[in-house]
């Protein structure tokens, strides 16, 4: 099991940055996907964007195409969501998640791919 710690939300105008942290610990060295998701209330959960942990090939809903950029420090075992241009309708809980994989496999989009979750961090924009 991977322990999963999510950190960097807040309150920001429409228009702003924010830059979302998510820390791994426990049996990081394996073969991971890892991925950024988001649930507004009264909303279903919904991907954001996904990174390979060892190869670095990355996933975008087309919803955050152009504003956001997923990254990450395999040293620092930690996952970075970078949010620009912030609008309203991304106001949510954003949870970070990993999946387990014995090898290098595809993306997913799909939340119930995933086997660890952060605790979530809120963050909210305001016009």
């Known amino acids: 099991q991977v322990q999963l710690q999510a950190s960097g939300g807040g309150l920001v105008e429409a228009g702003g940055s924010l830059r979302l942290s998510c820390t791994a610990s426990?049996?990081?060295?394996?073969?991971?996907?890892m991925a950024w998701f988001r649930q507004a209330p009264g909303k279903e959960r919904e991907f954001v964007a996904g990174?390979?942990?060892?190869?670095?090939?990355?996933l975008y809903a087309d919803s955050v195409k152009g504003r956001f950029r997923i990254s990450k420090d395999n040293s620092k075992n930690t996952l970075y969501l970078e949010m620009n241009s912030l609008k309203t309708e991304d106001t949510a809980d954003y949870y970070c998640?990993?999946?387990?994989?014995?090898?290098?496999?595809?993306?997913?989009?799909?939340?119930?791919?995933?086997?660890?979750w952060g605790q979530g961090t809120q963050v909210t924009v305001s016009s």
């Open positions: 998640a990993v999946e387990i994989r014995s090898r290098p496999g595809p993306l997913s989009m799909t939340s119930s791919a995933y086997d660890d």
């Open positions: 426990g049996d990081i060295f394996s073969s991971y996907n």
């Open positions: 990174i390979n942990w060892r190869g670095g090939k990355v």
